[in-house]
């Protein structure tokens, strides 16, 4: 499994708007991610494509987050993704 762990470059963390950035950009990868908070207890991965699942992690700016797949491919969603994550880009790059 690929995994990557990220700290979320979004002040105001994956909600709204991030989100809805975040949820896109996982989707155009074609892959199936899972995204899921660093220090739960449990890890409680959920699927990255979904809005009201990303929105329900309450992932905070500055948290650790952990981006996950099993799919071919999974190494170049994830790096993209994670790249996304911690510079908390405004819009969707041209790349994803």
């Known amino acids: 499994m690929a995994e990557r762990r990220v700290n979320v470059g979004w002040a105001e963390g994956l909600h709204a708007r991030p ?4 949820v896109r950009a996982a989707t155009a990868t074609g892959v199936p991610v ?7 207890d449990p890890v409680t991965p959920v ?3 979904s809005m009201l699942a990303v929105l329900g992690l309450g ?5 650790e987050i952990i981006l996950a797949s099993e799919a071919e491919g999974a190494d170049a969603a994830l790096d993209r993704l994670a790249k996304l994550v911690a510079e908390g880009l405004g819009e969707l790059p041209e790349t994803v």
Do not use: D, L, R
């Open 19 to 22: 989100a809805s950035i975040f």
């Open 34 to 40: 899972t995204i899921a908070k660093a220090g739960g």
């Open 47 to 49: 699927n990255a494509a």
């Open 59 to 63: 992932a905070q700016g500055g948290e």
